[in-house]
């Protein structure tokens, strides 16, 4: 009889089965998709960057400033939006200024807030003194541009020096330590103005080096200023001007100059502008050698000769030659300087 256990009827084994890889695929989809997502964000962020930038461009061209530029990059892809200009060139009319090598940057998840430099220096062209090179071991800046109202900027200058183009006068200072600029809007068309220099080195001749025999120079200013819509024109002239007649004023809480030996604050409520851009009303002049101030200021064509000895004549009617501080009121008017009576 033959047997049972024959191979024929032996149990087949199961066959093995084939692994599952929709759970590997599945991440790699969603990993894909979120890529794709990504990048669609980034580039309708840096088209909404070009965008935005041209429609500024035109903006201020109808406002009479030309903005102008040889090249323009846009990268950073995937984390941040970077821009470079090349050979950057605003003309207000008055003023205007050319930078090399502009580049600014901001992450994509905070496309309003940018931060900027001019690592090659920059050039300003002054109405009356011609160019200015600004060279410096830092020119850097931030700008917050918000959805609504004015935009927020900081500015500084690490171990700058200024030197005038061929042909152009020089500046009063031929170098700082330490510039910073911060404009900060506030409600109801109001801003604050900050101003600090720090180790300024004056230029010889000039009006600084005039004031401290040559000392080094520092200053610092905190001013309110309001309309500030109004602020809009092709110069700088204009654009006070228009500020003006729109009812702006100026306040000054804080204002001070040091030069070598010399001291001087100012303050005053109220400051506005003429129909010609010049700043006009009466500012409150502290103090110290009241004397060689009034002299520099007279030597260097900010006052006239006879308003400097009128005020020289009262410090010394008041016995105060030295280095006592001395209180004087200044009336400002149609650009000229004149000792209030």
Known sequence: MPSSNTPDSMPQAPSARKPRRLGLWIPIGIAGILAAAWSAGWWLAAQEVERRLDAGVLALASGGVDVEWSG?????????????????RVDG?????????????????????????APEGLTVFRPQGGGLEVRGQRLLASLVLPRTGPLRLSAEGLNLSFAPTPGSRPFALASAGRLEFHLRPGPDER??????????????????????????????VDARLDHTSALRGGTLAQALAA????????????????????????????????AGGQLEGRVTVTAARVPALLTALARQGVMSPTEAAGGITAALLLGKNGGDDVRLDLDLSGGEVRIAR
């Open 243 to 274: 500020w003006g007649a729109a009812g702006g004023r100026l306040d000054l809480n804080e204002a001070g100059l040091t030069a070598g030996k010399t001291r001087v604050s100012l303050a005053t409520k109220g400051l506005r502008a003429g």
């Open 72 to 88: 323009r990059r846009l990268y950073g892809y995937p984390f941040r939006l970077n821009l470079d200009l090349a050979d950057l």
């Open 93 to 117: 009319g008055a003023w205007a200024v050319r930078i090399p090598r502009f580049e600014a940057m901001a992450f994509l998840h905070a496309p309003r807030s940018w931060l900027a430099a």
């Open 191 to 220: 801003a604050a103005v900050f101003l600090r220099l720090e180790e300024g080195a004056p230029t010889p001749g000039r009006l600084f080096a005039d004031l401290g025999s040559g000392g080094a120079v520092s200053a610092a």
